[in-house]
């Protein structure tokens, strides 16, 4: 059985993508917030919302549970000061909380993630067969001689 640790990540987020835009909606907010306390701008592609999803789903399968503060430094950045101005240092921050919140609560009343009480969200039964599916069919897709072992 083909998982999540068999297929590149890439590939198996931009089919996750897709098949989450019809499940999951991006909020009304999302053109103006930004990814993360690095960031000077909103993102520009217009399927943020539902690759975020799909990485989050991805994350949440292979290091759950996890919690929101730890996923918010996966997704973080170096924050170097403005573009035009290098007043300081560089220094460590963190992607957007309210992003990966809001896209966790939308992922659990899909029925993809649990809640583990005092620990995080943790995959749940569905969301690791819907992985599975998705890792399946990129893994039949994918044209790479070198994974042909794990079909």
Not at 133 to 146: I, Y
């Amino acid at each position: 059985m083909v998982s999540v640790y068999d297929v590149p990540a890439d590939a198996l987020i931009e089919d996750v993508a897709e098949r989450l835009s019809d499940r999951i909606e991006e909020p009304e907010w999302m053109e103006y917030a930004k990814s993360g306390q690095s960031r000077e701008l909103p993102p520009q592609q217009d399927d943020f919302w539902h690759v975020r999803a799909a990485s989050l789903l991805r994350k949440v399968a292979k290091k759950g549970p996890i919690g929101v503060d730890r996923l918010a430094t996966e997704y973080g950045g170096r924050k170097r000061g403005s573009n035009r101005y290098r007043v300081s240092g560089g220094h460590s921050t963190t992607g957007s909380k309210n992003i990966i919140r809001t896209a966790l609560q939308q992922l659990e009343e899909e029925g993809l993630v649990s809640t583990a009480k005092g620990q995080g969200r943790r995959i749940s039964p569905d969301g690791q067969q819907f992985l599975d599916n998705a890792a399946s069919e990129v893994l039949s897709e994918l044209d790479r001689p070198d994974l042909e072992r794990y079909a």
